[in-house]
């Protein structure tokens, strides 16, 4: 039956009345229990501890608390448990490898992964958007800003802006041409930012809108930044985008705050 049961893992049980159940991979981690496969068992609950905190279902969270309480009892205690492996994130040139729970994921460099580079480095800390644009651009300055800058983009830089989506089509062209999925979702992701800024620069008639703060634009343009990434890891490895889309905040001030339960200690590293 459990291998039967075994491909649902990451999937949730309910009943035809309705009755919510929880993730499968719980009841998969109980019967390792029960056969006394302490390893599986804590690994099938850890599974399911993910995809609860992804889908912020308290009830659930407890009950897993209390699952594992149980194994406690019934797992051998070692002479001397050594501390969790951290989780690393590190850059590697064009690349960012990040290592979970002994598993590898690799991302091309971009402005979302260098928000959340930012923010797994200082867990519980508030970073203000705009700091996170700052920092990411090696710039300076206080998180105030005035509320009407003028032009949106000014007619030079709209034309810098156009002529970059057109490097940056015939960039997708050839990183589709070497199958490289990764350089692809990276400059999609650059086009998407370009044309976000083009649509909001320009109104009716092809008026120029006048600018928002400075801030509300950083708020945007970090929030779909490190969204993307997510789901972009997620892609790779849905535990891993789990964890990381339940404890990482964005808005006007963004965090990575841990779950307190279950903290994930992460090692960023940058060259």
Known sequence: MERLLRPFADRVVTSPHAIFGGPMARFLGLVAVCRGDVEAASADLERARAIARGMNARLVLETLDRDEERLGAVAPAPASAPAPAPAVLRREGDVWLLRYEGRMVRLRDGKGIRYLAALLASPGD??????????????????????????????????????????????????????DPERAAALREEMEAIASELSGAVGLGGRDRRAASEAERARINVTRAIRSTLKRISDHDEPLGLELTATVRTGNFCAHEPDARHPVRWKVEQS
């Open 126 to 179: 508030e970073i203000h958007a705009l700091d996170l644009v700052r920092l990411e651009t090696r710039t300076t300055g206080s998180v105030l800003a005035a509320g009407d800058a003028g032009p949106v983009l000014d007619a030079e830089a709209k034309t810098a802006y156009r002529r970059r989506v057109a490097e940056l089509r015939e960039e997708l062209e050839e990183a589709e041409r070497f199958n």
